[in-house]
């Protein structure tokens, strides 16, 4: 058996005891989450001193999904700036459209984000500067 610090299971465990009722509330956190009670738990902790929202297994979908978007609307902005900066960009009317349709995926964008940040309150929005000058 190989006990080099390279292979070493630095994880810490802990065992807890609760209650039935308590323990019927994790049940339905684990429902909610639709993660295992460990996963729950580590999302809830993590949540609980502000290292991030405890998402659910939907959520953390969504926000892969939602990166995934983003990245791409910053790759064709590179392109734009590249194609500015070459002296090749369409005029601004022409170009319109593509600004318009931009705006309008950021706005579902940040939709999608702030129906999941509302659980984990307005902090991590704060935090992120997404407060528009209404609500701040």
Known sequence: ??????????RKRSRIDIGPETGALLDE???????????TLRRIIRASLDVGPALSAE??????ALASQVRMVGRNLSQ????IHSGHAAPMEAALPIWEALDERLKAVDAE????TIAHGLKLRKAAHLLDGENA
């Open 59 to 64: 959520n953390s979908r969504t926000v892969a």
């Open 113 to 116: 984000l702030t129906a999941m």
């Open 29 to 39: 956190a684990c429902k909610v989450f639709q993660l295992d009670q460990a996963e």
């Open 80 to 83: 734009l700036l590249h194609a």
């Open 1 to 10: 058996m190989d006990t080099s610090a390279a292979h070493k299971d630095t």
